[in-house]
């Protein structure tokens, strides 16, 4: 099934490159093909920022995929990834994956802000 991300580059310690570089390793390391990334402007609690979007296949666990973008998240110092299933029978649905340390408020997805990779 595809999947698609977008990672906040506003706050994130890594650039661009450096920041699919990496999710693309941990994804293609547990099982994700078909890896496609592209960099798009995007907002995030009305704050402008730059995005990792991304697509890729996965037909593993979801509960994997969560947690993987939770460590994600903490390791990108993001508060949280954006993860939306296209072919979703809502297909404007979507979660915002919060990492483990994130203490503030948890906002809901919303399809209007997320970046899709056609």
Not at 47 to 74: I, P, R, T
Request: hydrophobic fraction near 35%; charged fraction near 20%; glycine fraction near 8%.
């Amino acid at each position: 099934m595809e999947l698609q991300i977008n990672i906040g580059l506003g706050n994130n310690p890594f650039s661009y490159e450096q920041a699919s570089d990496l999710a693309t390793a941990v994804l293609s390391a547990h099982g994700c093909f078909n890896i496609e990334s592209r960099k798009d402007e995007g907002v995030y609690i009305q704050q402008e920022e730059d995005n990792v979007v991304m697509k890729f296949n996965y037909e593993g666990e979801y509960e994997w995929m969560y947690n993987k973008l939770a460590a994600l998240s903490l390791l990108m110092n993001q508060e949280c990834i954006a993860w939306h299933i296209p072919k979703f029978p809502f297909g404007n649905e979507g979660v915002l994956v919060y990492s483990n340390t994130h203490g503030g408020e948890k906002y809901t997805f919303d399809i209007n802000y997320f970046k899709r990779f056609n």
